[in-house]
């Protein structure tokens, strides 16, 4: 198979745990036989320092054209005090609209290894393996109208959360089309006591659900999921809710799994002719410019996006197994960064590259 991959390294530790990322994905190339084309492009602090834009057009050109988009993080803190729409994050924002990624798929697993990472009791965390399920074009994030007003007699900020129907509609069947192949379990998380957008959120939900009797819906309030995600975790097989929430609860995700840095993430769009989706891939974590240029940020969620990557939008589900089988070997074998705690030195971010290379 031709896999023709756009690679955005983007800002401070983007470009290391990239690079590694790329490492594993030319070794599974090889391994299978696939015809690797990468092509590098700018988004993020970077491009604004290169180009005067979060997003160049030149980005958005070679995102549409490429099967994946592999990315690895953006935001720099000399940017934090510009208004948000000059800012990296909103390069971000550009190229998901532009792709028409819709859904954000994080990955949430517990490993033996790391069960001491955790701030949880083991047996809390031991057996989590969830996905959660974000919407990603509408909700607080884009509704309208919104802004800082200062007309009146004291300043007053504005933002709208809005849904429509097909909004929910279509990310509430990949939830469900996901949970199908999993243990067949769909949580809908809303706040459906408060907010009219939730109530509607609810109502599309129970009306999707009649297309999948074979899987298990219940609700939850976004307050009462937020608890049994610590509480109980291994409750949960596919999570769906809006685009807020699911931001604030896959990162509480984040404690299940030993550190940030391990959860990996799909921004998902719309079915190819040939049956794998569109998509966007890139680690959880953020920039971390305190730790960037030091050899030593965890490049584990950025190899967990390559697993993904292979199998969503190539579908290559053995390669991505094998991807997982690899990361799982090294994490056992204590060959990891200081973020997991390991027993003896730490390992740098090349040497945990290179030792996933080797596994596989």
Request: include cysteine; glycine fraction near 10%.
């Amino acid at each position: 198979m031709n896999l023709n991959i756009l690679v955005l390294p983007g800002d401070g530790i983007g470009t290391e745990v990239t690079a590694e990322a790329v490492r594993v994905l030319e070794v599974v190339c090889q391994k299978w036989g696939h015809t690797l084309n990468l092509k590098d492009a700018l988004l993020g602090g970077i491009a604004i320092h290169k180009t005067g834009t979060p997003f160049p057009a030149e980005t958005e050109k070679l995102a549409l054209e490429a099967d994946a988009v592999l990315m690895g993080a953006v935001g720099l803190p000399e940017f934090d005090e510009w208004p948000p729409e000059k800012r990296p994050e909103r390069g971000l924002l550009g190229i998901r609209k532009a792709m028409g990624v819709f859904a954000n798929l994080r990955p949430v697993r517990s490993y033996k290894a790391l069960l001491d990472s955790s701030p949880l009791k083991n047996h809390l965390v031991d057996g989590v393996d969830m996905i959660i399920v974000r919407e990603l074009n509408g909700g607080i994030y884009y509704g309208t109208p919104r802004g800082i007003y200062t007309d009146g007699p004291e300043p007053r900020a504005v933002n709208t959360m809005a849904y429509t129907q097909s909004e929910i509609d279509r990310v509430t069947r990949m939830g469900f089309e996901l949970a199908r192949k999993r243990r067949k379990k769909l949580t809908s998380v809303d706040k459906s006591n408060v907010l009219e957008t939730s109530q509607l959120w609810r109502r599309v939900v129970v009306e999707v659900a009649k297309d999948y009797p074979d899987v298990e819906l219940d609700h939850l309030l976004v307050d009462n999921c937020a608890m049994q995600l610590v509480l109980n975790p291994k409750r949960f097989d596919v999570l769906v809710t809006e685009n807020m929430f699911g931001d604030i609860l896959s990162d509480e995700g984040a404690i299940l799994a030993g550190s940030i840095g391990m959860l990996p993430s799909a921004s998902i769009g719309a079915k190819k002719p040939n049956g794998a989706w569109t998509g966007l891939y890139e680690p959880v974590h953020g920039s971390a410019p305190d730790i960037a240029g030091q050899n030593k940020a965890n490049p584990f969620g950025a190899i967990g996006s390559v697993a993904a990557l292979l199998e969503y939008s190539f579908g290559l589900v053995e390669e991505a197994a094998a991807v997982n089988r690899a990361t799982e070997a090294v994490l056992t074998s204590g060959r990891v960064t200081a973020d997991l705690k390991p027993a003896g030195t730490p390992a740098t971010t090349q040497q945990v590259g290179e030792a996933v290379c080797q596994a596989l």
